[in-house]
């Protein structure tokens, strides 16, 4: 398995260790010794999670490109940022709910639109200085078509 090893500066700063791999049915096994050291103590759930979404791209014989991107832990400010983003994009998707109820009635709007915002606000995550967030991405070309499969996750800061 040919492994590229890669650094990114994303959005906000936030810096990405970022692994490229080309996996075939022969060498899919050797995921699970990957070695993932920017994942700390979440590298064997990293592992576990990158072997279940080949296994979901059902690839046959066809290679399956996998991408595994690690941030380095989140920045106080960084943090923010992100949680600002959620805090506007919950802002947006009420307003869009509300718009047309208050055509109607504009209590109704009112409560609809606040109702949609603090359950897409519960559905946003908050993020935290020293959070750390993995994505995986996995693509196969041919056969019924290019599929493609996306999973993410965040290793919470552990204070102490």
Same mark, same amino acid.
């Given at each position: 398995?040919?492994?590229?090893?890669?650094? #990114? /500066?994303? &959005?906000?700063?936030?810096?990405?260790?970022?692994?490229?791999?080309?996996?075939?049915?022969? /060498? &899919?096994?050797?995921?699970?010794?990957?070695?993932?050291?920017?994942?700390? !103590?979440?590298?064997?759930?990293?592992?576990?999670?990158?072997?279940?979404?080949?296994?979901?791209?059902?690839? @046959?014989?066809?290679?399956? @490109?996998?991408?595994?991107?690690?941030?380095?832990?989140?920045?106080?400010?960084?943090?923010?940022?992100?949680? !600002?983003? *959620?805090?506007?994009?919950?802002?947006? !998707?009420?307003?869009?709910?509300?718009?047309?109820?208050? =055509?109607?009635?504009?209590?109704?709007?009112?409560?609809?639109?606040?109702?949609?915002?603090?359950?897409?606000?519960?559905?946003?995550?908050? #993020? &935290?200085?020293?959070?750390?967030?993995? *994505? =995986?991405?996995?693509?196969?070309? *041919?056969? !019924?078509?290019?599929?493609?499969?996306?999973?993410?996750?965040?290793?919470?800061?552990?204070?102490?």
């Amino acid at each position: 398995m040919n492994i590229e090893r890669t650094q #990114y /500066n994303g &959005h906000y700063g936030v810096t990405f260790t970022v692994l490229r791999l080309i996996v075939s049915p022969s /060498n &899919h096994l050797a995921m699970a010794n990957l070695c993932l050291l920017e994942a700390g !103590i979440s590298a064997n759930e990293v592992r576990r999670r990158l072997v279940d979404l080949y296994r979901k791209m059902l690839a @046959r014989d066809l290679p399956c @490109r996998m991408t595994v991107a690690i941030s380095k832990p989140l920045t106080r400010q960084q943090a923010e940022l992100l949680n !600002i983003r *959620g805090e506007i994009v919950a802002g947006l !998707i009420s307003g869009a709910v509300s718009a047309p109820m208050s =055509l109607a009635s504009p209590a109704a709007g009112l409560a609809a639109g606040a109702a949609a915002g603090l359950t897409i606000k519960g559905i946003i995550r908050s #993020y &935290h200085a020293g959070d750390v967030v993995i *994505g =995986l991405d996995a693509q196969v070309n *041919g056969g !019924i078509g290019p599929q493609r499969s996306l999973s993410a996750m965040v290793r919470q800061f552990q204070g102490g």
